[in-house]
């Protein structure tokens, strides 16, 4: 089964400097039908503006996932992790027993990122932080996964949970077919483009919400770049 969830209909926000769209019940948008994806909790659509960003704030017990679509973000941590994510790379932290971190948009563009919380196989652990380029031309045509919580993912971020996140990127008229567990809940989202998802036509930044399917086919409508969660 494949549901559409429309960029359009998304809870969000806009603080100024801060423009966000919240895929799940996050903050000030509130909706307890609407908790999470399985494993995944949180996939928010942040636009920063230029000179801005998240100051110093705490965090514990989830790993967050963030998938710079245009600019780029710097973050600082209370264990000493500082380091700038680009457009189309992927920084991940583990909050573990707690970690204080800021997130700034430093450059003179907007910076656009997906940020994906999932919840951890266990709680407590010593926080982390990483993060790593992805060329979009590695990603052409299949998927490569960018973090995971499973030790034979080589070349992925690790994450301590019993999940995947990939990527991909799809030209008009192609098809990627990517198998998965039908027990397990999949989140796809479209960063850029219009891809069909076994047929359901999904627009960039909708979210399509997917369960008891062995395999997903997508096709590309447009050039597009995919985002994919695969949890528990």
Do not use: C
């Not at 098809?175 to 891809?195: E, F, M, N, Q």
């Amino acid at each position: 089964m494949i549901e559409r969830r429309p960029f359009a209909k998304l809870g969000g926000a806009n603080h100024g400097w801060l423009k966000a769209k919240h895929h799940f019940s996050f903050a000030s948008y509130y909706d307890p039908s609407n908790m999470g994806w399985g494993a995944l909790r949180v996939w928010n659509d942040d636009e920063i503006a230029p000179k801005s960003g998240f100051p110093p704030h705490p965090h514990a017990d989830m790993e967050i996932i963030t998938y710079v679509r245009d600019g780029a973000i710097t973050h600082q941590d209370s264990v000493g992790n500082e380091g700038r994510t680009e457009a189309g790379d992927v920084q991940v932290m583990s909050a573990g027993s707690g970690i204080r971190h800021a997130e700034y948009n430093l450059e003179n563009e907007t910076t656009r990122i997906f940020q994906i919380w999932i919840q951890p196989e266990t709680r407590g652990g010593t926080p982390s932080w990483g993060a790593k380029p992805f060329p979009k031309a590695d990603r052409s045509g299949r998927f490569v996964t960018l973090a995971s919580g499973y030790a034979e993912d080589e070349g992925a971020l690790p994450i301590r949970a019993k999940a995947r996140v990939m990527g991909a990127t799809v030209k008009a008229g192609e098809r990627i077919s990517l198998t998965v567990d039908p027990a397990r809940h999949v989140y796809l989202v479209p960063a850029k483009g219009v891809v069909e998802v076994d047929g359901v036509r999904i627009e960039a930044r909708d979210g399509a919400a997917v369960t008891d399917q062995a395999t997903i086919e997508v096709v590309g409508v447009e050039d597009a770049e995919v985002v994919l969660v695969d949890a528990i």
